[in-house]
Structures are given as structure tokens and as C-alpha cells.
């Protein structure tokens, strides 16, 4: 099966960007944010995440989030991804996060599982920049070539992998309260 390669920035309803550059100090009633910690443990819920104030949060609206948005982890640990739940509507991300917003679920966890994989993350580190801190430049990002095969195959991929996501959280939450 051939596969028709678009460019990530084909993709999304609104610009590839990154968060808020200086988020400041948490604040009590301030605007969560996601940080790239929040990515990798799992967008689980709204309290363990940082906030920051609502004046901040206004400057980086552009990366206001509405929930079902793929978020990539572009600085310091690059690469990680998540779906943002709906719950999370009205949070915001930090600089070490791009927003990546493609309006078909079925199409944005295609992305995700994609970027996840093996040739996703050569693609990343191929195009890293090292000299401070690893970090993927949004142009790159922008610019990350997507496979695409038909429909019914993208779809069947989709929904396998995300029953074995689903069956993933399960068993993790089984094994946290057995621990306690």
C-alpha cells in the first residue's frame, strides 16, 4: 500500500505554535497551564496542573486550548504527545509545547500514533537542535512529512490503537490502586 505524504502544517485548523514563553509563578484561580511533564504522565486532570495568570494567558490565546488538539513536546524531552480532553478547554500550554490543531479526531490520533512511532521519532531527532537543550523548531515540525493510506485503513489503524491506549490506562490504574 502506497501512502500520499502531506506536510504536518497541511493538516490544522489553526497555525502550528507554541505556548506561553514566560507562564510566571503559579497563581490560585489563575488559567492552567500544560507543561511538558503534564504530556508525558497523562492529561488526566485539571488539578495537577500549574496555572498562570489570566492577563499571561490572554498575550498566548492563539494557543488557547478547546480539547481534542494534539499536543507535541518540542523542548527539553521532544517528541512526547497527547489529546487534549475536552475537560481541558480554556487551559493554555508553556513554550516547551506545541499546539497542533487538526479539526478530524480520527485524523489528529493518526497524527499522534504516526509522530509516536519509530519513523515519527527518527524524523524528530533527525531535526533536533542540540546546542543548548534539544529542541524542534516549529518550522520543522511544520514541515514533518504525515503518511496517509486510505480511509477505512487510517480509521481501523486508529481505533485499534486506541483500544490498546484504553486498555493501557486501564491496567495502569489497576496497578496504582493495587499499590496503595
Request: glycine share 6%; proline share 4%.
Amino acid at each position: 500500500m502506497k501512502a500520499d505524504y502531506r506536510t504536518l502544517s497541511s493538516l490544522v485548523n489553526r497555525k502550528i505554535g507554541y505556548g506561553i514563553v514566560q507562564p510566571g509563578a503559579s497563581v490560585v484561580g489563575g488559567v492552567p497551564i500544560v507543561k511538558v511533564f503534564n504530556v508525558i504522565a497523562g492529561l488526566n486532570s485539571l488539578s495537577e496542573l500549574d496555572t498562570t495568570t489570566k492577563e499571561i494567558a490572554e498575550k498566548y490565546s492563539r494557543t488557547s486550548l478547546h480539547g481534542g488538539e494534539l499536543i507535541v513536546s518540542v523542548v527539553g524531552t521532544v517528541g512526547k504527545t497527547a489529546i487534549v480532553p475536552k475537560s481541558f478547554e480554556g487551559c493554555n500550554l508553556v513554550r516547551a509545547t506545541a499546539l497542533v490543531d487538526i479539526p478530524d479526531m480520527t485524523k489528529a490520533l493518526w497524527v499522534k500514533y504516526f509522530i509516536d512511532s519509530n519513523q515519527g521519532q527518527n524524523y524528530i531527532n533527525t531535526n533536533l537542535n542540540t546546542t543548548v537543550q534539544p529542541t524542534l523548531n516549529i518550522k520543522s515540525l511544520e514541515a514533518m512529512p504525515i503518511p496517509f493510506y486510505d480511509e477505512c485503513y487510517i480509521k481501523c489503524a486508529v481505533e485499534l490503537l486506541s483500544n490498546i491506549d484504553s486498555k493501557i490506562k486501564i491496567n495502569t490504574q489497576i496497578n496504582d490502586n493495587l499499590a496503595v
